[in-house]
C-alpha cells in the first residue's frame, strides 16, 4: 500500500522548510508597529497601554475654563509639578526658562517655583520601555540644569541674581530630565501621581499608580503557539489542496478517493468505526443479558409446574392400572 500519492514536490522535506521559512517570514514583516504610549514586556510577553492616561483638551473638566492636567505635590520640594502622559501639557507655558520657543509646544512637565517661574523638566515621548520589570516612561530636553554653584547658592546670591538683570546664568550644558515608574493599580479610579525626588535640581522622579499600567489585551506580535498554529494550518491546507490537484490531474481520481492518502484514511475511518461497533455490541449484549435475568425466575416455575404436572399424570396412570 501507498502511504503516500501526493506530488513529490510537496512530500519533500526541502519543500516543507522553504514553507517554514516563508511562514516565519511572512509573520514577522507583517507584525504591526507598536502603537504610540504602548508597549510590550520582552519577558512576559504582556501588553501595556498607557494611552488612558492622555490628558487632551476634549478631557478637560467642563466646569474650568483652563486646560486640566496631572499635577504632583512637592511637598518638601519649593515647587508643585505639572504633566501630561505620552502628550505635551496643556497649561499656557510661554514663560518656562531657557527653551526655545519653537520646543515649547512639546514641554510634557514643567514645575513651577514660589517666585512663579516656570521650569521645563522634559519633552514629550510616546515611548514606554521596561527596564527589567518596571515600566519607565522618560522624558528629556527640558529647562537647562544649574551647575553645582547655582545648586548651593544662598538667598543673599538670588538676591544679588535679581538685582543684576544683565548677569547670564551658568549652565552646566545638561537639561532637565523625568523619569516616570508606572505601577499596576487596579483599584486606582484615576492616577496617583507622587514626586518621589530629584538629583541636583536635573532629573526629577515620579511614581505614578494607576489602572492603565495593568496588562490588557490589545494588538500585540504573535507568540509563539500562535506562529506555530498559522504555520500548522498552512501545511495542513498545502498538503489538502495540493493532494487532490495531484490525485485528480494525474491519477484521474473522482470522488472521495481525490483526497490525498485516501486508503489510509478510509482504512482508519474503518477501523473507527469497527471499534464503535463492537463497543455497542458488547453494551447490547450486557443489557439483553441483564433483561433475561430478570425473567429467569419465571421460566422456573414453569418449568416446576409442568414437571409435577407431567409426575401427576404418572401417578394417576399407575393408579389406574393397578
Not at 504591526?32 to 494611552?51: A, E, M
Not at 483638551?57 to 467642563?62: D, G, R, V
Not at 536635573?202 to 494588538?219: D, H, I, K, L, Q
Not at 494525474?250 to 471499534?275: C, D, E, S
Request: hydrophobic share 35%; aromatic share 8%; proline share 6%.
Amino acid at each position: 500500500m501507498r502511504l503516500w500519492t501526493a506530488s513529490p514536490v510537496f512530500a519533500s522535506p526541502f519543500f516543507v522548510l522553504s514553507l517554514l521559512q516563508l511562514t516565519t517570514a511572512d509573520t514577522s514583516s507583517n507584525t504591526p508597529p507598536q502603537k504610540p504610549c504602548t508597549v510590550t514586556s520582552t519577558q512576559s510577553g504582556n501588553f501595556f497601554d498607557l494611552r488612558p492616561l492622555t490628558r487632551t483638551s476634549t478631557s478637560a473638566s467642563s466646569s474650568s475654563n483652563t486646560a486640566h492636567d496631572w499635577t504632583a505635590r512637592g511637598h518638601d520640594y519649593p515647587a508643585n509639578f505639572t504633566l501630561n502622559i505620552c502628550a505635551p501639557v496643556l497649561s499656557d507655558v510661554a514663560d518656562v526658562e531657557s527653551v526655545p520657543t519653537s520646543q515649547k509646544s512639546n514641554i510634557s512637565a514643567f514645575y513651577t517655583t514660589q517666585e512663579g517661574k516656570q521650569y521645563s523638566i522634559g519633552s514629550v515621548s510616546t515611548r514606554p520601555y521596561f527596564r527589567g520589570r518596571k515600566l519607565v516612561l522618560e522624558y528629556v530636553g527640558g529647562s537647562p540644569c544649574p551647575t553645582p554653584d547655582d545648586a548651593d547658592s544662598n538667598k543673599e546670591e538670588e538676591e544679588e541674581e535679581k538685582t543684576n538683570k544683565n548677569k547670564k546664568k551658568k549652565e552646566s550644558g545638561y537639561r532637565k530630565s523625568t523619569i516616570m515608574s508606572h505601577l499596576c493599580d487596579h483599584d486606582a479610579i484615576k492616577p496617583v501621581i507622587s514626586f518621589v525626588g530629584q538629583v541636583n535640581h536635573c532629573g526629577y522622579f515620579f511614581e505614578v499608580r494607576s489602572s492603565a499600567a495593568c496588562p490588557t489585551v490589545g494588538t500585540q506580535a504573535l507568540g509563539p503557539i500562535s506562529v506555530f498554529g498559522i504555520i500548522g494550518l498552512v501545511a495542513a491546507l498545502v498538503y489538502l489542496v495540493g493532494g487532490c490537484m495531484y490525485q485528480r490531474t494525474v491519477m484521474h481520481a473522482r470522488g472521495w478517493r481525490q483526497m490525498p492518502n485516501y486508503a489510509v484514511w478510509a482504512g482508519l475511518v474503518g477501523g473507527v468505526w469497527a471499534l464503535i461497533k463492537s463497543i455497542g455490541n458488547r453494551c447490547a449484549g450486557k443489557l439483553h443479558l441483564r433483561r433475561s435475568s430478570y425473567h429467569r425466575p419465571g421460566a422456573r416455575r414453569s418449568s416446576l409446574e409442568s414437571e409435577n404436572r407431567l409426575i401427576d399424570a404418572l401417578d394417576e396412570d399407575s393408579g389406574d392400572d393397578v
